[in-house]
């Protein structure tokens, strides 16, 4: 009983809520749930919990309006975006191609990178592809469908660190920033400069593109930055001070979904604010967004490494033995490392007309110990994830 009058006192809020972003609803919709939410709202600066909800209303001409809710966003209190600032690279990487204009470069070129600065390595072939060349729209595919770390760091590597941040504040994502490559320790001298590539059709030279120093610094206000006891060095050694997120990349909650919202929806937009997308490239990035790595042929992914619910943090908080909904498509990008864990999702039913955004933040690191692979992914941040998902999802099912 006490339920269903908690229920029902929701849907008289949602009724009277103004148009700003609503910072009730959705702390109010997990304390409904005690039992699925208890642990996280009890500790949810332990947690590191942000969250921002969407919901997506349409016109009788289609046209989409949107109404947002939030818990606990922050854009100056720092969490590691991990492998969520890769769609910012897909999204780019296409763009510049368009904006390039050179009539032959493809995202289907073949993409031959080299080096000029120290710690700099080369990419001639790509044995994950069929024709065993590497290019941007094979590095995509792989970017969605498991968030493999080198094909977006030859992404950032052909973008370049000035256009990719010149970029995500020409978009209104001002609390961001992008400066480094993933899994390889960039930094420094190293993460301004990025490799010389060549572009070919078969043996023809179709575009050349010389190495990149980027000068600028890209500071922002930012707290939570050194956080823990202690950390693992590179060589694996673990030392007794906290660990600093000093220099590292920022993709704000609240900027992923903006980046979201414009790549799903961008007849919301006026027409010179959307992405220099062609239709095609739409199509593909929607393509590989949904598909699972067990529907993949090119690359092809071991089942037991990659099973179908590997990506989707949100609605099946990567379970093995998940059942997919045939009925539900999931386009999203997730992160995880040093204990986060990241989703940026829009969820899709048509059968039931339902279509959301949603996007969160979740840690867990009880040792206060980072980089040593010991995080409650299992028993924390996966669960939550998908009960989140589930439970917004319930919740739009019954709304009007």
Known sequence: MQKAITFLLLLISMSTMAQQTDTLFLKQLLASKPELFSGILNHPHKNEVQIMYTQVNRDKSNKPSFKTFSY?????????????????????????????KVAELTANSTMITDTAFTGQTPVTQDTSAANGKPTIAHYIKKILLTSDNDAYNRLFEFIGRAEMNAKLKKYGMSDSRILNRLAIGDGGEREKNTNPIRFYNGEKLVYTQAAQYDTKDYPLPLSNLIVGIGYMDSNEQLVNKPYSFANKNVF?????????KRLMTPEAYPAKERFKLTKADYQFIYTYMSKLPTESDEPKYDPKEFWPAYAKMLFYGREKNAVIDPSIQIFNKYGDSYGFIIDNAYIVDAKNKIEFFLTAVVQSNEDGIYNDGKYEYETVCYPFMKNLGRSIYEYELQRK
């Not at 975006?81 to 780019?92: C, D, H, M, N, R």
């Not at 704000?252 to 979201?260: E, N, P, R, S, V």
């Open 72 to 100: 606990r966003i922050n854009p100056q209190h720092y969490f590691y975006p991990a492998s969520t600032v890769k769609l910012a690279a897909v999204i780019f990487a296409l763009e510049k191609i368009n904006e390039l």
């Open 252 to 260: 704000t909650i609240a900027d992923q979904q903006k980046l979201m």
